[in-house]
């Protein structure tokens, strides 16, 4: 066994806090941060040393090769200089090994200018950081924290934030005697600890992210999901899922989700407006289309998480919104926002039979803001049936909002962790209140939540010309990766009646263009299925004109039907039986005006990029 670190009183002085000896949890991310500026002396430790042979290629001047661990970050591509070898021989670094786990001061550290730690093919490799001088301060510590593996790109854990103190007790060598010595030879076990953000060993939520490794949590339960069973995505059979939330004293809140077992237990423990302590589970990047905290990550609990009743009681959070005004949500496709709106409009409660045969009741909402925009806001199930009838005209907040799109139409949804309340006790409501009753009669409307064939009127919107689509390429925009939607007034000048129609799956909720096989049998190569029959289906080419140039567009079979007054199964059985009247079917559209609702998006074409037009509704 090696001897123990005589410590000098200097250096206890210089690195010790409390009696202890800290890591510099996030000492990597800063110096990448600082360019290797920061003139930060850290305290880190040896998990792993590699002594080098002279002159062995890649490494010259150097007689060390380390890897320090920080608490939060490990980095592989440390190297010690030529000129400190004697000093590495006396203190004998061997990293995690019965000696090892030796915690030392980096006094002077640069960035190799001209090296490079795993460089080959495309990989850019990180950079090489020479230790030029260190201070060994203690020895004999199992790896206190391995971290995650930093590889020098600074842009990579931007969002870091240094949460947790990792500590070893640090004997102060003026206390002489048989127990400071012994202690000296075999070192206390570390410490771990949050920094003081809370009450006792608890964890601000919002200092939860991947980098802690260890973390314990304090929260009420304000909202909590059915335990639900699905499809497991490897096809192993179902799946129990079950997800609730947390709100911390200081309103933070995180998003929880256990599977299976961990699922079943934490579902019979939880309830709602109850607090309670959580430890222990994986932290991971939070999915924005159904985690309404805001939080940027979430947390999955498995069998060992640690459960327990809180009997402090810990007030419920006060409402607080991050609002965003309707007309910026077509920005947040697929996420969840704040909103503060007044209820402009109410339709009945419709109940209907789903395509699944299941029974579904809905119900729409218009919604209004100072932006003088218009959303629909939907509900479903019982929240349908038991929103407030005499909410007409009263400010409602929502909390978690879903954004949906669906022919370039934006409405809102909500979900299990949404949050709604008619008249919140908000700064912003009186404002809201005040410009309804005064100024919304007179106030120069929009709408984000038209549909597509929903009447003349929602054709008002993105009404373009045909020349400035084409001549200003809209759609090929790199920020709409769906394409742009647009609307036209435009007469149909030409119809291509040749293979307006094409041979398609008869199954149900497929139109993948099936392949004849043989006389009489189709290939579906989508369902994977052979079959006597097939269903014709629309798609024709349609030439549009106005006055400005002219388009093709692809007319389906939704809109087709519509506008040539014909299923494309009668369709498909006169034109084996009268071609021409076929023709005349088709062609009956010819020179009638029409409003148009397209979508614009490039399509490439033997390395050529051309705009393809789709129909998604006309009146």
């Known amino acids: 066994m090696a001897s123990p670190v005589k410590v000098t009183p200097e250096q206890y002085r210089k690195y010790a806090v409390n009696g202890e000896l800290r890591l510099s949890t996030g000492f990597f991310q800063r110096y990448f941060e600082s360019d290797g500026t920061t003139t930060e002396v850290p305290i880190l430790q040896v998990s792993l040393a590699r002594k080098l042979v002279e002159g062995m290629a890649g490494w010259p001047d150097s007689c060390l090769r380390l890897r320090l661990t920080d608490g939060a970050f490990h980095y592989s591509g440390l190297f010690v200089v030529s000129a400190l070898e004697s ?128 973390w314990r949590i304090c929260g009420l339960c304000t909202a909590k999901d059915e335990l639900k069973t699905t499809k497991a995505r490897s096809g192993a059979g179902d799946m129990k899922v079950f997800s609730f939330e947390l709100t911390d004293k200081d309103g933070a809140a995180i998003r929880i989700t256990g599977f299976n077992d961990a699922a079943e237990r934490a579902f019979s423990i939880i309830q709602t407006d109850c607090s309670y302590y959580i430890a222990g589970g994986t932290v991971k990047q939070a999915n924005k289309r159904f985690n309404t905290t805001g939080h940027d990550y979430e947390l999955t609990i498995n069998a060992n998480t640690e459960i327990a009743p809180c009997h402090d009681q810990i007030p419920k959070p006060a409402l607080v919104l991050k609002i965003c005004p309707l007309q910026n949500i077509p920005s947040h496709k697929d996420e969840t926002v704040d909103v503060l709106a007044v209820v402009d409009k109410m339709e009945p409660v419709n109940k209907f039979i789903s395509k699944q045969g299941r029974e579904c009741v809905k119900r729409d909402i218009q919604l209004i803001d100072q932006t003088g925009t218009m959303a629909q806001f939907t509900l479903w199930g019982d929240q349908a049936e038991n929103f407030d009838d005499h909410a007409l005209g009263q400010v409602i907040s929502i909390k978690g909002a879903v954004v949906k799109e669906w022919n370039g139409a934006f409405s809102l949804a909500v979900t299990s962790g949404s949050k709604i309340e008619l008249s919140p006790q908000l700064d912003e409501v009186p404002k809201l209140y ?60 030409k119809v291509n009646t040749e293979n307006a129609l094409y041979q398609s799956c008869p199954n149900e909720g497929c139109n993948k263009k099936v392949v004849q096989v043989g006389s009489d049998h189709y290939r579906c190569e989508k369902c994977d299925m052979t079959s006597e029959s097939f269903k014709w289906n629309y798609m024709v080419q349609v030439e549009l004109s106005d006055l400005t140039g002219s388009i093709w567009i692809t007319l389906f079979s939704g809109t087709a039907t519509k506008i040539f007054g014909m299923e494309a199964s009668k369709l498909g059985e006169l034109r084996d039986i009268d071609k021409d009247a076929h023709d005349r079917v088709l062609t009956d559209i010819c020179f009638k005006y029409f409003n148009w609702r397209v979508n614009a998006k490039p399509q490439t074409y033997n390395d050529e990029i051309r705009m393809r037009y789709s129909v998604l509704g006309c009146d």
Not at 458 to 479: C, K, M, Y
């Open 87 to 214: 000093q590495c021989d006396r203190d004998n670094l061997v990293g995690n090994a019965e000696n090892g786990g030796e915690i030392i001061a980096v006094t002077k550290m640069y960035i190799n200018p001209t090296g490079c730690v795993g460089k080959k093919d495309n990989a850019q490799g990180k950079p090489m950081l020479m230790i030029a001088g260190y201070e060994l301060l203690s020895r004999g510590h199992p790896i206190l924290a391995p971290g995650v593996s930093h590889d020098g790109d600074k842009d990579k854990f931007s969002t870091f934030k240094s949460t947790e103190v990792i500590s070893v007790p640090w004997r102060n060598p003026s206390l002489n005697g048989a127990q400071g010595n012994a202690q000296m030879a075999r070192p206390s076990a570390p410490r771990r600890q949050p920094q003081s953000f809370g009450s006792g060993n608890v964890t601000p939520i919002t200092m939860i992210t991947p980098y802690i490794s260890k």
């Open 434 to 493: 005040e410009w309804y009753t005064t100024e919304r009669a007179s106030a120069d409307t929009k709408t984000i939540s038209m549909t597509a064939g929903g009447g003349s009127d929602a054709f008002g919107r993105d009404l373009r010309f045909i020349a400035t689509a084409t001549v200003l390429q809209l759609g090929n925009e790199p920020s709409l990766s769906s394409g742009r939607y647009m609307n036209f007034k435009a007469m149909v000048t």
